[in-house]
C-alpha cells in the first residue's frame, strides 16, 4: 500500500531563517506531487504541483521555492522566511495504475514564524 | 478560474440526525470531485471519490452524488455519530490539479 511521509511535524523558526521541509511517498512509481499551505480557518492554497523529477510549477509567486529531487521526493524551501508564511504545509500525491487522480495527504507541518 | 464553494460554513447536529453538505464549482469541465474529513491539527483523509462519468458514489453511511452540468456535489452521512465531527473538505480536479471549498465545520452532540 502506499504512504506518504513529512516531516518534522511542528518547526518554529524565526524571520530571515531558511526552511526545508521534506515529503517522501512508498508504494507507487511517478505519482504527481504538491505542495498546500493552509492558513488558520481556511481552504488550502496550492503552492507547487509536479508530474516528474525536475518538473516544478508554481502556482503562487512568493519566496517559497520546489524541488524533486528523485521520483517520490518532493522538498519545500525558503531562503527566508516571512511571518506570513507561517502555517499548515500540507504535501499530497495523486496517480495510480488506472489514471484515477485520486488525491493523498501526508499528515502536515505545523510551520511558526516568529 | 475554478471557484468552488461549501455551504453552510458550520454545521451543529444532534447524534442521529443525517447530514448534508453541499459543495458548488463553477466551471463544469472537471474529471473527478473528491471529497475529504479533516480533523483538527492533521491532514486530510479521502472519503469519496467521484468521477466526471459517475453520478454517486457510497461507501457506508456516505454517499455522496455529483451533476455536473450544474456544478453541484452533496455529501449526505447518515445518522451521525460524535466521531463523524470534523472539516469536511471538497474538491474538484481538472488536468491533475486540485481546487479545494474552503470546507464545512461539522459538530454532532451527543
Known amino acids: 500500500s502506499q504512504t506518504i511521509h513529512q516531516w518534522p511535524a511542528t518547526l518554529v523558526q524565526p524571520v530571515g531563517s531558511p526552511l526545508s521541509l521534506e515529503c517522501t511517498v512508498e508504494g507507487t512509481s511517478n505519482p504527481n506531487l504538491y505542495w498546500y499551505r493552509q492558513a488558520a480557518g481556511r481552504g488550502l492554497q496550492l503552492l507547487f504541483y509536479s508530474v516528474g523529477i525536475g518538473q516544478i510549477s508554481s502556482e503562487v509567486p512568493q519566496n517559497l521555492s520546489a524541488s524533486r529531487p528523485q521520483d517520490r521526493q518532493f522538498i519545500l524551501s525558503s531562503k527566508k522566511l516571512l511571518l506570513s508564511d507561517s502555517g499548515f504545509y500540507l504535501c499530497?500525491?495523486?496517480?495510480?495504475?488506472?489514471?484515477?487522480?485520486?488525491?493523498?495527504f501526508g499528515p502536515g507541518t505545523r510551520l511558526t514564524v516568529t | 478560474k475554478q471557484e468552488v464553494t461549501q455551504i453552510p460554513a458550520a454545521l451543529s447536529v444532534p447524534e442521529g440526525e443525517n447530514l448534508v453538505l453541499n459543495c458548488s464549482f463553477t466551471?463544469?469541465?472537471?474529471?473527478?470531485l473528491q471529497w475529504f474529513r479533516q480533523d483538527p491539527g492533521k491532514g486530510l483523509t479521502s472519503l469519496l471519490l467521484?468521477?466526471?462519468?459517475?453520478r454517486e458514489q457510497t461507501s457506508g453511511r456516505l454517499n455522496a452524488s455529483l451533476d455536473k452540468s450544474s456544478g453541484r456535489s452533496t455529501l449526505y452521512i447518515a445518522a451521525s455519530q460524535p466521531g463523524d465531527s470534523a472539516t469536511y473538505l471538497c474538491?474538484?480536479?481538472?488536468?491533475?490539479?486540485?481546487?479545494f471549498g474552503a470546507g464545512t465545520q461539522v459538530v454532532v452532540t451527543p
Open positions: 467521484i468521477q466526471s462519468s459517475q
Open positions: 466551471d463544469s469541465a472537471i474529471y473527478n
Open positions: 499530497a500525491w495523486s496517480g495510480g495504475p488506472e489514471g484515477l487522480y485520486e488525491q493523498y
Open positions: 474538491a474538484v480536479e481538472s488536468w491533475g490539479k486540485f481546487q
